[in-house]
């Protein structure tokens, strides 16, 4: 799409029609000119001021493109009674409205505003008290429409611009046009977005807000992908300027270090830190100081309690045990100092340890208060277990809170000895809130194992304190026998060596079987004879269903025991009953994952309870809770996706498997790109490779396909309550609707480079002279790639030539796009019969195009060029638009036709990205490749959402495409549609209607559009849709006062996500991966969202792996499951998956200051 691009000019008329309206953006005849932009809250009949630049578009002629608008005061009746009636001001509905105008004038507006509450005080129903409040919402309403319609024409979407206007009131728009860099500081958009915005304003790339604002960026990255808590100044400096200077040395290290010296919020003294991150862990210092300077006992009169030789007064201290010198010399370390740290490998004798030091301490004071804590309820309830002593959370213990926690310096906790378990787990914010709230003079332990996994929180609190305070490393094997194969194993692993498998020790066993009914077998004997309670040990299992899946083994494992049972699904609870909890619930204050015993089954009017303890909190389910149980006698390791899986991440669109090209079954890598999910792009962890697994392939109404593992869970929503839930793919049953994300507009946010494209060497006579590349891929580049795609033949690999068969004035404008960009010469060639077609020789070009991933194949091999995948949705869509306008058309609906599968999945899914839902089916089947034909259809309102966004590049197809679009928006009534339809909406319908009845009456006060479609929907004649949200949002009084119905249609319309339909489910095999995506704990996946892998910590653990289980396997991760085996460690299956994960050792080191302040 070319613009001539004009100065900008300012216009001012009357709205007279919408040409066009989706969401906030707008085509509209404003008198007799055509314009678009985004205006939100514009209606018909509105004056506006608008500014702006005209252009001519190639198909439509001159148009003004509005980049910032102003209403200026309603100034007739109807304008004035529809702005204060429009719902923006609470208490003013249209009667009301109209009193004012008519008592006040049509000029009511201007009056108020220049006036104040005193004119209100004159109109009848308006007393004194509402009067103000009412004068200061019309004056608040109409300052905020200025400021975010001048903040919307910069490119902020609306809901960044009310949160700028919030932040920063009447200048906004004059702060983010001198610095659009601010809103980064607030969390409002990200330096990408903010860089694009700049450059639109003309911001200079070399400015300081810019240096400034990736310096910040990169340090925010840094201290939560990373876990730094501070970089070094050169290394953050060398960050950022890969940031800055990817299209161009801009700014140079000088010019960041000067930059980064003026900078607030930000501690320097050699590494850099945000300065709250290095105030917290000058607070852990200075806390630690204060500790570590009470004073307490000296050695020598512990000595003369306790002298080592004396045996008999060891065994007083701890009947049965003998101590060894290490631990009864911990035991002085942490009972003379005011802060220690126990530390050692498996079984070196942590806990019992700490059991001495509890009773030495209680002997020495015996009114003293002791506290025991973990930072997760299984690390506490492991403690509480081993010491018998009540051990809490730390975020229970102290209170903690997102602003702080209710026991502080000011209010500090009640104890003499503070015992913190698994300490290494950790970070800076978790630490400062826990020793602020440690009391003077309390003795404090932080017991921990340096070598298992860092905190996911920033900082290694831990590492850093060793050898800082006084430190004890156990070595000597204590827990158990100085020959256990699970505490030498352990230590081997650490190592990088292979484990020892004896088959006359049962610590550490190995079991070969084959047979699944062997292995089932050999599970229930161990779990029905060894020594340990359903806390205490837990089977793991790769799969869901199955002869050894976790619903056979569950159900192998329950034991019947007299008592009532509660049936749901598949499974009968009874008291005893190991259960998962599967489901965030904060009302509950349970997690996913969390593992719970039902502790007792009630009756409570008439219906069954049940009461699940976890970690000692008794938590109550209904029947309707029981959706968010599982048994949990066996668990799944993980769930993964087949590896042709398609995700968005930073960089674009990518298929998993490619993701770390390389990876053994069985092998994980590190991966610290972001990952689109529902919420966004999120940092991710690890990209694991779990091996050929049977799969479940799922195929949707609109043609998405997944396939997954049997037990990977996708995001399911009820089609009666709208409910969402995760649901296991062997679950999933056709008819049932997921959620499907759209317009996330997910993948880079600068355009790519073509720096590194380097052409061959070519001798003359090859049409090489004078040729050019663009130096990046931008739209025009984009649309011609779109176009060579859609009908270009570029197979021919001896002379470099590509040719266009498209006929009419559309090849004409590919042409000389293809002329200008590459400086090349095309040939036009005439056949009688055929149409026409144009093509040019270059091999130069010809490798430049097979760099941008134009491979040399014919077209059912065809896909999107990689640098396409790569590049921002707005070139995505240039590139889109360039395809359609070659192989796509426009009769009833937007269509496109291709033999190549992958190049439909492709589109499809780069559609949605950008708002467009699409429907792709088989037209034609063949065993032939390049007979068959892939088609996607686009209807409705999703083909004026691709009007929009893409629109076609060949006149008659856009001009079609117009047409319809006009002829759709000169109706009035809503559209009719099955396709596009929300789960829930009857019952949000029926509780709205319900709310307006008690609000009004029975004959409630709404339009008469508004209480048809709530008579159709309630009666179940019509189901909701997103136009009907629309209208509701738009047309219900007072929304806002209506409770949760109303809370729910604004979530909707906020979201605006698809509910596809599962039509298809077929079962199968393939090669399998899988993320670990921290805080949502879920991705997209080919459009569907799917629940990310989680691992399990327990103290025996008994794996059926069989030949297929290879999961989650490296060195740490590998170290850390064999140390939580505190018994026994049971595996069933090869030696391989071990060799696998001990060879593949990824260590973690994080910058920290704490270690430097001590």
């Not at 970089?231 to 960041?256: C, F, H, M, T």
């Not at 650490?494 to 699944?516: H, K, Q, S, W």
């Not at 396409?868 to 070659?886: D, E």
């Not at 009004?1000 to 209480?1011: E, H, I, L, Q, W």
């Amino acid at each position: 799409m070319s613009r001539a691009a004009q100065a900008e000019a300012t216009l001012t008329g009357i709205v007279r029609r919408f040409i066009y309206r989706s969401g906030d953006f707008g085509i509209f005849k404003l008198d007799d000119t055509i314009a678009l932009g985004e205006v939100p809250g514009v209606s018909e009949g509105d004056k506006l001021t608008v500014r702006g630049k005209w252009e001519t578009h190639p198909k439509f002629g001159r148009q003004f493109r509005v980049k910032s608008w102003e209403k200026p005061v309603p100034s007739t009746k109807e304008a004035a009674v529809e702005f204060l009636s429009s719902g923006l001001i609470k208490g003013v509905g249209p009667a009301t409205a109209q009193t004012i105008v008519d008592t006040l004038g049509p000029d009511a507006v201007k009056k108020i505003l220049d006036g104040g509450p005193g004119l209100l005080k004159t109109v009848k129903g308006i007393g004194e008290k509402k009067a103000p409040e009412i004068a200061r919402q019309v004056r608040e309403t109409y300052q905020v429409s200025l400021a975010v319609s001048e903040l919307v024409g910069m490119g902020l979407s609306c809901r960044v611009a009310l949160k700028a206007y919030k932040e920063f009131g009447r200048r906004a728009a004059e702060f983010v046009r001198q610095n659009p860099y601010c809103l980064t500081k607030l969390d409002l958009i990200g330096f990408h977005r903010a860089d694009a915005i700049a450059r639109n304003l003309g911001i200079a790339p070399s400015s300081p807000f810019r240096t400034e604002a990736a310096l910040r960026h990169t340090l925010n990255e840094a201290l939560w992908t990373e876990g730094h808590t501070c970089l070094p100044e050169g290394e953050l400096i060398s960050r950022a300027l890969e940031l800055l200077n990817k299209e161009g040395d801009y700014v140079s290290p000088e010019q960041a270090a000067a930059v980064l010296s003026r900078m607030e919020g930000i501690a320097r003294n050699g590494k850099v830190a945000f300065s709250w991150a290095r105030r917290f862990e000058e607070e852990i210092a200075r806390d630690v100081k204060r500790l570590a300077a009470a004073k307490h006992p000296k050695p020598e009169a512990l000595e003369r309690r306790y002298p080592v030789p004396e045996k008999e007064n060891l065994e007083n201290l701890i009947p049965g045990v003998t101590l060894t010198p290490d631990q009864v010399h911990a035991v002085r370390v942490a009972l003379s100092g005011g802060i220690s740290i126990l530390t050692g490998g498996p079984g070196v004798g942590k806990t019992q340890t700490v059991r001495a030091v509890i009773e030495a301490f209680r002997r020495e004071n015996p009114f003293g208060s002791v506290v025991l804590c973990a930072p997760t309820g299984r690390a506490a309830r492991r403690l509480a277990e081993l010491t018998g002593h009540p051990a809490h959370t730390i975020h229970k213990l102290i209170g903690m809170r997102e602003d702080g926690a209710a026991r502080n310096k000011n209010s500090p906790l009640d104890c003499d000895l503070l015992v913190v378990d698994e300490a290494s787990m950790a970070g800076i914010i978790m630490a400062k809130r826990l020793l602020e709230a440690v009391p003077d003079g309390c003795r404090v332990l932080l017991v921990g194992d340096v070598n298992q996994l860092p905190s996911v929180e920033p900082g290694n609190v831990l590492r850093d304190l060793l050898d800082k305070v006084p430190t004890v490393r156990l070595t000597k094997v204590f827990r158990q026998a100085a020959e256990s194969r699970i505490i030498l194993n352990a230590h081997r692993i650490n190592r990088g060596e292979m484990v020892l498998i004896d088959r006359y020790r049962d610590d550490f066993v190995l079991l070969e079987r084959e047979d699944p009914e062997d292995v089932k077998s050999c599970v229930k004997t161990f779990v029905e004879r060894l020594p340990y309670g359903p806390m205490d040990l837990q089977v793991l299992s790769p799969m869901r269903k199955g002869p050894l899946g976790t619903i056979e083994l569950n159900k192998l494992l329950q034991r019947n025991r007299p008592g009532p049972r509660v049936a749901h699904g598949q499974f009968a609870y009874q008291v005893g009953d190991k259960v998962i909890h599967t489901k965030n619930n904060y009302l509950k204050g349970v997690m996913n994952g969390e593992i719970g015993v039902v502790e007792e089954i009630r009756e409570v009017d008439g219906a069954p309870v049940l009461y699940v303890r976890y970690n000692g909190d008794v938590v109550e389910y209904t029947r309707d809770d029981l959706d968010e149980l599982e048994p949990a006698w066996v668990i799944t390791i993980h769930k993964c996706v087949a590896k042709d899986t398609w995700i968005w991440t930073s960089e674009g669109m990518r298929r998993i498997g490619d993701i770390e090209p390389g990876l053994e079954p069985g092998e994980v890598a590190p991966f610290t790109q972001e990952v689109g999910t529902p919420e966004g792009l999120v940092p991710a962890s690890r990209v694991i490779c779990i091996g050929r697994r049977p799969t479940v392939k799922i195929t949707t109404r609109t043609g998405l396909v997944l396939e997954m593992s049997l037990d990977h869970r996708v995001l399911v929503a009820d089609d009666l309550t709208g409910e969402e839930r995760w649901v296991r793919a062997c679950d999933l049953q056709k008819g049932m609707r997921l959620p499907v994300p759209r317009g996330m507009e997910l993948g880079p946010q600068q355009e790519l480079s073509t720096a590194p494209f380097h052409p061959g060497h070519h001798p003359k006579g090859h049409r090489n002279k004078g040729v050019r590349w663009p130096d990046k891929v931008d739209e025009n580049l984009a649309e011609v790639l779109g176009a060579l795609v859609a009908d270009a033949n570029y197979t021919d690999r001896e002379d470099g030539r590509v040719e266009l068969c498209k006929n009419g004035p559309w090849r004409t404008y590919i042409r000389q796009k293809i002329e200008k960009l590459f400086n090349v010469r095309c040939t036009e060639r005439k056949t009688p019969g055929k149409a026409a077609r144009f093509y040019f020789h270059s091999k130069t070009v010809r490798e430049f195009l097979q760099w941008c991933g134009l491979d040399y194949v014919t077209a059912s091999q065809k896909t999107v060029p990689r640098v396409i995948l790569s590049s921002p949705p707005s070139v995505q869509a240039a590139f889109l638009r360039g395809l359609f306008s070659g192989d796509g058309a426009f009769t009833s609906v937007v269509v496109l036709s291709t033999s190549s599968a992958v190049l439909a999945e492709q589109v499809q899914l780069l559609l949605l990205n950008l708002g467009i839902v699409s429907k792709r089916y088989l037209l034609r089947e063949s065993n032939d490749r390049w007979s068959q034909a892939w088609r996607l259809e686009i209807s409705g309102w999703d083909a004026d959402r691709f009007a929009e966004v893409i629109g076609f590049s060949n006149k008659p197809k856009m001009e079609a495409l117009l047409r319809s679009r006009a002829r759709k928006t000169a109706g009035k009534s809503l559209p009719k549609t099955n396709w596009d339809t929300i789960p829930g909406g009857r019952s949000v319908a029926l509780g709205l209607r319900e709310a307006l009845r008690r609000r009004d009456g029975k004959n409630y006060r709404a339009t008469r559009r508004v209480k048809k479609l709530l008579f159709q929907v309630c009666a179940g004649k019509a189901r909701l849709t997103y136009h009907h949200v629309d209208l509701l949002l738009k047309e219900v009084f007072d929304l806002r006062s209506l409770g949760q119905p109303a809370a729910q249609l604004m979530r909707w319309a906020e979201k605006r996500w698809f509910y596809d339909e599962v039509v298809a489910i077929e079962p199968g095999e393939a090669e399998l991966y899988d993320l670990t995506v921290p805080g949502p704990h879920c991705y997209i996946s080919n459009g569907i969202i799917s629940h990310n892998c989680q691992g399990s910590e327990f103290r025996c653990v008994i794996v059926p792996v069989h030949t297929s289980h290879y999961v989650m396997l490296y060195r740490s991760l590998l170290y850390t499951a064999v140390t939580r085996a505190r018994e026994k460690l049971i595996l069933v299956g090869t030696k391989k998956a071990l060799a696998m994960a001990i060879r593949n050792n990824r260590p973690v080191q994080r910058y920290t200051a704490l270690a430097s302040l001590l």
